[in-house]
């Protein structure tokens, strides 16, 4: 399938730029030349089903693996040869969180922020008690790491994100292993992170955490970006060309003839009922047409797509859309 491409914002700036970008492990491909943009200060979702290449993508976008070729830029950066410049403007959580298990929540940012050439020790406990705040375990800093909950681990490495103020935070299935409560205040610090003006990219294989939380999408499926864009725009395009009609009447057979006569496609009678994909077809002629012919109208709905519906179109497969 090839790539398709929403309309964008028209930003002239990207806080991530790939061209070309393809990872190869032996024969097998696990990115395979992808074109992604995020646009600077968007939240962008970067969805897809578990194996779809997001990761390997985050992994060579942060340098931390070498892509087999294509080039990448990162704030203005390129990458890897301006890595010292970029990293240090960049938070990540990615492949879920490794700390050292018997010390403390609080310690274990210690450690990490000390380790940190560009911190400043002076500010070192202010700034890691308030991440530990921001994330909602600050209560649960002296605890071991080890007695964590895998929802507390994720915060923690979020935490760790957040220690010093930050241009793009770059964040892997941020809400593994959370409660329906964390995975709200999730939401909720990504909107303000973004209201702060950090560029975020959400890294994700639901659906309903990107619909909610985010402002732009890339949508991954076999290592293949299969479009990208503002969200907005993937809702407006699909209500425009995949609404369904749904005419209720007892001339079944009768009304699927008008529908499409009218010019509705992939028309299907059922038991009292008759749905169609309207297409291009104006919504007003249709139930003139159906009066015409003397088809009764019972009832009239026009059904539009989820966004579940559009990346079934997309990839032909479902993705997970629990929280």
Excluded: W
Excluded at 211 to 217: G, L, R, T
Excluded at 274 to 286: D, P, Q, S, W, Y
Aim: aromatic share 4%; proline share 5%.
């Amino acid at each position: 399938m090839s790539t398709q491409t929403v309309r964008t914002d028209g930003a002239t700036t990207a806080a991530v730029r790939t061209a070309g970008l393809t990872k190869r492990f032996r024969n097998q491909t696990a990115v395979g030349g992808i074109d992604l943009e995020v646009p600077t200060g968007a939240v962008y979702g970067f969805l897809g089903p578990n194996g779809s290449g997001k990761t390997t993508t985050i992994r060579m976008l942060l340098s931390l693996i070498a892509p087999t070729s294509g080039t990448i830029e990162l704030l203005g950066e390129p990458m890897p040869a301006g890595s010292a410049r970029a990293l240090r403007r960049v938070g990540a959580l990615v492949e879920g969180p490794a700390f050292h298990p018997y010390l403390s929540g609080r310690a274990n940012l210690a450690r990490l922020d000390a380790a940190d050439p560009h911190s400043d020790s002076r500010t070192a406990p202010a700034r890691i008690d308030a991440a530990l705040d921001r994330v909602g375990l600050l209560p649960a800093a002296t605890k071991r790491y080890r007695a964590y909950s895998l929802g507390m681990r994720q915060r923690l490495a979020i935490a760790n994100a957040l220690l010093v103020p930050r241009d793009l935070l770059v964040l892997d299935e941020p809400t593994n292993g959370l409660d329906p409560q964390g995975t709200r205040e999730v939401r909720h610090l990504v909107g303000e992170l973004a209201t702060e003006g950090t560029t975020v990219l959400v890294s994700s294989h639901l659906l309903s955490e990107v619909d909610q939380m985010c402002s732009h999408v890339g949508v991954m499926f076999e290592g293949r970006l299969l479009m990208q864009g503002l969200l907005s725009d993937l809702h407006t395009e699909a209500n425009r060309t995949a609404q369904t009609v749904r005419v209720d009447t007892d001339r079944v057979e009768d009304a699927a003839a008008v529908l499409r006569t009218v010019g509705l496609t992939d028309v299907r009678p059922g038991v009292g009922h008759v749905t169609g994909l309207l297409g291009e077809v104006a919504i007003e002629k249709v139930v003139p047409e159906l009066v015409n012919d003397g088809v009764p109208v019972l009832g009239f709905a026009v059904l539009r797509p989820s966004l579940e519906d559009v990346f079934v179109s997309l990839t032909g497969e479902g993705f997970d859309v629990s929280g």
